[in-house]
């Protein structure tokens, strides 16, 4: 009898690319990399002027439609009539409306009572009336028709705004300090390094085919009012024993199905270095970032693979080709960090912070808030990352009159804790990925809670989104809410997975997803009373929501 031969130990696999650029894999991996090879994003905009808006939606080339219209800013919104329960069995294109989404970026700008009465009056005239503030601060529209397109874009241009990149594989709108360059506590004004990575690097070819979406933040305020942590790139505010006020760098932040929250380099970049720094950073993304599969294609991915120090060194060696200097890094306060009510500018005038509920605006509301600011001599308006709205320059004797104006129209600078604390992503009423509703959901609940709850002496955010892709932040907000259909007397209804206890800042942590916390969307009401007025009764002196929950 012969013996078998032992068989040789099998040689290890070698590791399978994951689509980085800069080893080698250059042939696209997926049909998104494929499209983008095919044809740079930005061309789309010829096509869109000179093709699509004057023949019309079905002129459209499915691959512009469904890929590189999201360079300019638009997505097909979802189509009436799908509920949360088909949209896993209907088709891509069946939940296609034939009208829009369109994003306009803000960049942390201060935009002038003209700039603001345009995004209004864009609104009105072409958009149904809608324009939400989102939690990028960016403006929202629904119902745009591709017709439309080209003289909302001229609109838009005239008011220093634009809707480039808004979506897409590419640098998307940034995050600016709402405050920069006016609060009396700022450490440094950002602004000019914003405008610089504008000026550079959007609609610049070089960064227009990124893995996936990058997202920016820059602030010299000492509340980091920007949620730095959940940013793919960030600068934050901090002093140099001897070089004096400039940014750490943070990266890699996330959220959506792997949450991550950004590493922090400690190290000091000056104001005017920035703009170079984010280029290396952006660069990093772009060649190694990973391309093969879309679910690892976000910057967190490669820095939670490769450890901040070897990030640096890349940075240094490969991009910048010098060192950056190490500082600490600072400490995130805990607290607000939306601006709301009336505050003290270094030129002795005020800004005022006033909270639309849970982002949602109008055009007509937009185009109101114009009037007023050119009636009381306010130079500008800024949106910020938590669905607000702050005006800028408001004159100390105006202010009463100011706050009571701004009321009239819906937006308050003393809102409840609630009206304050809520966001909510736009859900089912136009996204195709929702599962549930979100902004009226919210309102309800706003409402709601603010007669159970009328004085809440300390803050409890909300965060309401429409399914797994966490755009209103899931995983840091107090309440966390995402979107899913959960059972109730044998039947799928809308309804939310609960996390608890997220937050960001010093005590920065995700919420607790506890399995048998999944509430109806109907029993929302009931279900946070029931956990506010628990909290209320057990915390401690001084407790905040998220120690108490992680205690
Ligand atoms: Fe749409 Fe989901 Fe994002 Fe909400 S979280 S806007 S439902 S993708």
Redesign the pocket.
Known sequence: MTETPARPAPKPRPKRGEGQWALGYREPLNKNEQSKKDDNPLNVRGRIINIYAKRGFDSIDPADLRGRFRWMGLYTQRAPGFDGGKTATVPEEELDDRYFMLRVRSDGKLLSPAAVRALGTIGQDFARDTADVTDRANIQYHWIRVEDVPTIWDRLDEAGLSSLEACGDSPRPFLGSPVAGVATDEIIDGSPALDEIFRRYIGNPDFSNLPRKFKTAVTGHPSHDVSPETNDVSFVGTVHPEHGPGFDLWVGGGLSTNPMLAQKLGVWIPLDDVPDVWEGVASIFRDYGYRRLRSRARLKFLVADWGVEKFREVLETEYLQRELVSNPSPVSPVGHRDHIGVHDQKDGKKYVGVAPTAGRVSGTMLAQLADLMDAHGIAGARLTPYQKIVLIGVEPAAVEQVVEALDVIGLSARPSNWRRNTMA???IEF?K???VD?KERARRLVDSLEERFPELDTPITVNV???P????RTQVGDIGLK?QLVMHDGEQVEGFQVHLGGATGLEANFGRKLRAHKVTSAGLDDYITVVVTNFLADRTEGETFSAWVHR
């Open positions: 992503c736009t859900g996204c990925l929702a599962i979100t989104n429409g399914c892709n966490a755009c209103a979107g």
